[in-house]
């Protein structure tokens, strides 16, 4: 069954190669053929070829659905009192996740998968087609597999992140829980995930042990990706640059040396604004890396403790707003940079061959987007 979209006012393909190198690949009166679930044709309105169905989008904006590369969903619990105390001034630290991992260990297995589906609902509502989601809050053998396999029920794009802290059974045994995490719990996991993450930072893993998880990992055919630099200036950017990492991700505190190492090894630098937002640290600049030549991204970071937000739109709006983005720069970023961070070239674009993920707006351009901050602009999207 074929599907034409047309009288689409501003058309956001993210292929600049159509439209005079334009970052955006912008075409304007124009219409869109899908056809079993893949974008068939681009152009024109008017030379539009026939199709089985029709759907008239009355000038309003068209652009790829969002490429969310970075969540959290596979959780039980609640860390709002967390939230209240930071915004009363405390400090954040990353310990909170273990207030998350008892939660999640006792929750059931309909209770975790009720609570993926219904952040996966919300996130499709807010124009999200693809969703990468990590585990992270089982820190045991078993618990880390259920998460993936949970996850798995949504998305082909899961996470193995058993390193996300030490547990506090392993408080005194670090080495130990390394040992756990490139052993038996990569053997279980392995086979519902596609990527290996690792959380390099203070509180959590050094250079030394992330690179032996992320080896074992990718040992294991599993591809890589880091948590990394959110804290404070560290190792992690620069060990993705050497591991030659999909994405690095947070980037908050970047050296020059940082950021030339992650241009050169064609790293993406995934933002989290959501981040931020609700721990009120400094934001990175955006600016920086775009005018560096690193390939930037951004993506929620959903998660019930540091951002717990599921909207692409919000964290648009926050990097063009606090991190020095153009909105065509910020949208690219939460598009076509989310699918560079998933190694994917079928999603992110509106070209023949990509798959038919796309978003209709409730406005005439993408601009809208954070030009109108926390409106609802999403009439309607289709996912593949």
């Known amino acids: 069954m074929s ?218 055919g599993l591809r890589g990706r880091l948590h990394a630099n959110q804290l404070g200036e560290g190792p992690g950017a620069q060990l993705a640059a050497e591991l030659g990492l999909a994405a690095v991700d947070h980037c908050t505190y970047l050296t020059d040396h940082d950021v030339h190492a992650l241009r050169d090894a064609g790293t993406v630098a995934t933002l989290l604004p959501g981040v931020e937002f609700s721990t009120k640290q400094p934001y990175p600049s955006g600016r920086r890396l775009v005018d560096a030549g690193v390939t930037v991204a951004l993506a929620s970071d959903c998660n019930p403790g540091s951002s717990f937000t599921s909207s692409l739109p919000f964290c648009i709006a926050v990097a063009v707003r606090e991190m020095g983005m153009t909105p065509a720069e910020a949208l690219w970023a939460a598009t076509a940079g989310g699918a560079r961070a998933l190694g994917r070239t079928d999603i992110g674009v509106l070209v023949p061959g990509a798959r038919a993920d796309l978003v209709v707006l409730d406005a005439p351009t993408h601009v809208h987007l954070a030009y109108r901050p926390g409106v609802p602009l999403v009439s309607r999207a289709w996912y593949s």
């Open 3 to 220: 599907l034409l979209i047309t009288h689409i006012g501003e058309l956001v393909t993210n292929d600049p190669r159509e439209v005079d190198d334009d970052l955006l690949g912008v075409r304007t009166d124009a219409a869109v053929v899908v056809d079993d679930g893949t974008i068939a044709w681009v152009g024109e309105a008017a030379a539009a070829p026939a199709a089985d169905e029709r759907f008239d989008a009355e000038g309003r904006a068209v652009i790829p659905g969002f490429v969310d590369s970075h969540s959290h969903l596979v959780f039980a619990g609640d860390r709002s009192l967390e939230f209240q105390a930071r915004m009363a001034g405390e400090p954040y630290a990353a310990g909170g996740i273990r207030t998350t991992v008892a939660a999640t260990r006792a929750a059931t297995d309909d209770e975790l998968r009720a609570t993926v589906a219904r952040h996966v609902a919300e996130m499709r509502r807010q124009g999200t087609t693809t969703v990468e989601i990590k585990s992270g809050y089982g820190l045991t053998v078993d618990d880390e597999a259920r998460s993936l396999r949970i996850a798995r029920e949504l998305t082909d794009e899961t996470t193995f992140l058993g390193a996300h802290v030490v547990p506090a059974e392993y408080a005194d045994d670090p080495a130990g829980y390394v040992d756990l995490v490139t052993g038996p719990m990569l053997d279980a996991a392995a086979p519902y995930a596609r990527w290996i993450d690792v959380f390099c930072e203070r509180g959590a893993f050094d250079a030394d042990q992330a690179r032996t998880i992320l080896r074992a990992g990718m040992a294991q």
